[in-house]
């Protein structure tokens, strides 16, 4: 299964409502496929323009990795040296914190990853987690 256009779209909108529901600062919210290829990408108003990068970067781990952002910023505590190698290998395009979080199917099959950045991390997560739910998708953060 692959993460359809209208998917990634209602992941971003539910993503963005539940920021402002919680009083989150601007978010930007990157969908991509199972293969790390951007489906979607928004920036609300008031959001930086780098936020992309960020954004892309907590999704890429998770998906090339096939680790959430909770477990590879575990990871590069307890084993900085592998979290270096692998962001040398994917030219520093990981950011391996909470807001990277991978997309599920119904069968437990990786379709994707969602990177959300604006607030504080764990907040990005959540906000995500809400995106992804109202995808009929499960979230692994």
């Known amino acids: 299964m692959t993460i359809s256009l209208n998917k990634a779209r209602t992941i971003i909108r539910k993503t963005f409502e539940k920021g402002r529901e919680l009083g989150l600062k601007p978010l930007s919210v990157v969908v991509l496929d199972a293969g790390g290829h951007v489906q979607a990408f928004e920036r609300e108003d008031g959001a930086s323009v780098g936020r992309f990068a960020i954004a892309h970067g907590k999704a890429y781990g998770s998906v090339m990795l096939g680790m959430a952002g909770t477990a590879q910023m575990a990871r590069a505590e307890a084993q900085h040296y592998f979290m270096t190698a692998v962001n040398g290998l994917f030219d520093g395009q990981v950011v391996p914190v909470p807001g990277g979080v991978l997309l599920r199917d119904k ?35």
């Open 107 to 141: 069968k437990g099959a990786i379709v994707g990853a969602v990177g959300v950045t604006g607030d504080t991390s764990d907040n990005d997560a959540l906000a995500a987690v809400a995106g992804i739910e109202a995808a009929n998708l499960t979230p692994e953060v």
